[in-house]
Structure formats: C-alpha cells, structure tokens
C-alpha cells in the first residue's frame, strides 16, 4: 500500500496514527501526507484559540505518528489543477497524485467561512475566519482589524468559534501574553477601544450553538461583564423536555456573569432571536455601519426561525460573521449541495454516483465543518478501518483510477523537484522550527514576564513565513 493523504490537519494524522496500528508490523507501506501549509496539523495550528493550550496537545500523537519511517510530510504542496491560494506553493497535479499511488484519503478540511447573503464583505464586515487568521498569523492572515479605532462589535452566529473572536477581543492583553499569541498580534490587541461585543443568534438560548464549557469561559471573563437576559427568555415552553445540556445552559445564563454588569469596563451581550437584514456602511448621516435585524421566533414544527415582521438597528462599527465553513467549489468530487465531498461509508463517490477504489474522505472534507477534534478523530478512525477492511475485501463494482502497483521509493517528479530545491518542508524541518519557536517562547517568558515558562501557557514564539 502506498497511500498520500492530501491535507496535514488532525484528521491526515489521526488516520496514519490508526494505520499505524492496524497494519501488520512487518508490512512495507509508505503513507505521504501533503500540505498546502508549510506547517503540519491544519487548524490545531492556525484555528484553536491561543488561550485553550491543552487542545492542542493531541500534536503529541501526531508526532509519534510521523517518527514513525514509512510516513513523510510534504509541506508547501498544494494538491489540486487549480491555483493554490497560497503563492509560493508546490504544484502537485491530483493526475501525478493518481499515477504514483495506490491509495488516496481527502483530509482537505473546509477551508471557506460560509457568508450570509444580507452581509458582503466590506470595510465593515469580516468573517470570523479572517478574524482567526490573523489571530494565528495564518499565512494568509489579512492586515489586522482597526480595533484601535471601534468601540463595537456584532459577531453574527453564536457557535464556539463566535465565542472564541468575543474572548480574543475581551481578555485583558496581560492574560493573552501568557499564551502563545503572536507578538505582532498583542500589539494591536493592546491598542484595541473595543468596548462592547455583541453576539447575534437567530434562535434562542436553548438552540445556541455554543458548548458548556465555551459559555462557562465567557460567563467568567476576569475583565468583562454580560448584559443580564430578559427573564422570559429563560423560561421554556411548558411541556418541552429539555435535555441536561439544555437546562445548564439556562441555569448559567440565569445566574449572569461573574461580574456584574456594569462593573467592567468591557461588556458582552448575548442577543437571541434577531437575524441580520442588512447593514448600511458608514455615510456622511451616520459615522458607525447601521446593521439591520429581522426579529424571529422558533417555529416549533420546524425549529426553524422564522420573522415575526418587526425590526430592529443597532449601529455597530464591525460585523464579523462566524455562520461555519464550506469545501472549496472547485475541489474534485465537492458535492454543492452537501458544501463538502461526496462520500458513501468514507469512500468518495463520483457526480456519477460511482465510488472510487481505494480512494476515501476523512475529516471535515468528509462530514462538513461539523464536531470537535475528538469527532474527528472517531471519523478519521473509522476511515482506517475501512481502508484496511477494503484491502481484504475489496468492494465490487468500483471505478479504478489510482496506480495499483505504484513503486513504493519513488515520488512524484514535482515533489522530487520541490525537495531538490528546499521549498518543501519535511517533518523533521517542522521539528526545527517547532523547536526552535517553543525555545524562543521559553526566553520571551523569562525575559519580558520575568516568569518560567512552566508558570506560564506561553510555549511559542511564532515564527512568520
Ligand atoms: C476556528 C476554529 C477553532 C476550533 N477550536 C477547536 C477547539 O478548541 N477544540 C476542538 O476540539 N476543536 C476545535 N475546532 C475543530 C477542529 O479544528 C476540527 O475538528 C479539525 O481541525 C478538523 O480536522 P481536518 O483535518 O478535517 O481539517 P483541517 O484542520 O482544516 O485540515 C485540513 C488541511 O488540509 C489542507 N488542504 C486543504 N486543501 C488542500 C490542497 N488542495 N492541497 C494540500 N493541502 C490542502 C489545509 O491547509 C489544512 O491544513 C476548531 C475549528 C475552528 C475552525
């Protein structure tokens, strides 16, 4: 078997960790995972909040996965006929792909913030994954928000990754320093006027997206206060049951923040049941952008929001949408109506309904920008699992497209080249840099904190490319 895995995100790795495992010992495969990134582990690096360190300890066992001699990563490869949105990437067509190997997963994630049709990007409104972007210093991270220059916020959407830009933009920057923010980051986050972040969600307190410990973190924000919610909007309906989650939920909201509101100089709303009808952008009549909301209830039938007909202004200086992700429109085998890739049971299915031999979706790619690391790492399990059950029962009835006698030393010619011409970075680059950035978080933590870097989340000191 040889397999490439195109991505290097969780779900690439989690896959190869189980391949590892479920592969007999002796067997001579060779598992290479390709990145449009420079950097392994997708959205561990350039996704998960700086301020929630311990999720992104799972790189442990990515590490072992790549010590491991018949895995290689390829960094700074872009795989795919169409232009990488990255510059300096490698090119590598999915045709070498398909000649060189005898078995491919799509672990490409979903790479695309999904927009909401009432609120085009402007000056005035961003996604919440341009937000994260430049939090992480992605390598297309966009110039930084003007926070030195607003006072309010509307993020539109109240799952975690809203919660996640509302925390960014509401913790003291002495509290950010201790974790592994960029420096350049810290800077304009030391200068932000951000005083008020406002969190829009179509539905109610029962349907938000959020997760418990999320909300916990907002409900105990050292620095910032929440606007205390209309009693009524805490009571259900009589005769809904409500699950354990569900009534958490509205006992923490009942109790409100931490700090009283009104006590900090930063605050926090959680505004449920508006939608967003438009938002006109600053004119010579109104200096802040003026978002419109449509008011909603639930319709029990449905759960779906639905308009009541009222509306509502509120003048706000930037709108960040955080409505989830989609695949990329022009990947092979993108389903748009799924906003994914189409697969049966892991395995890519055609427009033609065909499946493909030996050639699966793990991951977001797969099941859509759904679930935590530890759902995908179920899903990246159960794609080894069917990868290995494929090879000793091979499915009836597949479309062939890959080499099925591919020989294991040899790599595509554009890797080859790459390699040759040191703009490909190979795990134990990655190990270089990666000590290399922890080495000089160490120093900063020492110097500029005066604490050990033990006493401290800080890690890394990001090292931009
Ligand atoms: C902002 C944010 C915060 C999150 N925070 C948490 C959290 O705190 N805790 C938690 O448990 N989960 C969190 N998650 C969820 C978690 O990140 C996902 O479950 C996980 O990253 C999905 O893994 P994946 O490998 O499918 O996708 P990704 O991590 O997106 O990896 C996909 C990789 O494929 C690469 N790629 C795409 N197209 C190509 C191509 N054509 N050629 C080469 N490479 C390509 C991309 O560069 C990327 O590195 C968060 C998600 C987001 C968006």
Sequence with gaps: MKLAIIGGGPSAFYVASRLHKLLPQTLDYRIHLFDRLWSPHGLVRYGVAPDHPEVKNCTHK?????????LRFFGNVNVGDNPSPLQHTVKLPLSSIFSNYSHVVFATGCTLPKRH?????????????????????????????????????????????SLDVARMLLTNVDVLRKYDVPERVLDVLAESTVKHVSIVGRRGPLEA?????????????????????????????????????????LQLLSKGSKNTFGTTAKTWSLDFYRSPAGLMVPSSENTRSQLSLAHTVVDPATQRAVP?????????????????????????????????LRTLSNRIVTNAG????????????????HGVLAATMMNAYDVAETIVNDRMNPVEGTEAVLNPDPSLEELPEEVVHGVRERNIVEY????????????????????????????THFQRFFIGV
Excluded at 316 to 339: I, K, N, Q, R, W
């Design 308 to 340: 009541t007909g009222e509306t509502s202004t509120v003048a706000t200086d930037l709108v960040v949408t955080s409505l989830g992700f989609h695949g990329e429109p022009t990947a092979p085998y993108f389903d748009p109506g799924l906003g994914h």
């Design 428 to 455: 134990p680059d990655w190990k270089r840099i990666d000590e290399e950035e922890m080495r000089r978080g160490q120093v900063r933590a020492r110097l500029l904190l005066g604490l050990s870097a033990h006493k």
């Design 62 to 70: 990515f590490d072992e996965a790549a010590l491991d001699r018949r």
């Design 117 to 161: 049709s009432e609120l085009p990007p402007s000056a005035s409104c961003t996604s919440a994954l341009s937000m994260v972007h430049w939090y992480t210093q992605h390598p297309n991270a966009p110039s930084p928000p003007p926070l030195d220059k607003i006072s309010h916020v509307s993020l539109i959407g109240n799952g975690n990754v």
């Design 209 to 249: 997206a959020f997760t418990m410990k999320e909300l916990r973190e907002m409900i105990n924000l050292p620095d910032a206060s929440m606007v205390p919610l209309a009693p009524e909007l805490l009571q259900p309906s009589e005769g809904v049951p409500l699950t354990r989650q569900q009534t958490r939920v």
């Design 354 to 369: 065909t499946t493909l031999r030996n050639v699966y979706g793990s991951g977001w790619a797969s099941t859509g920008a």
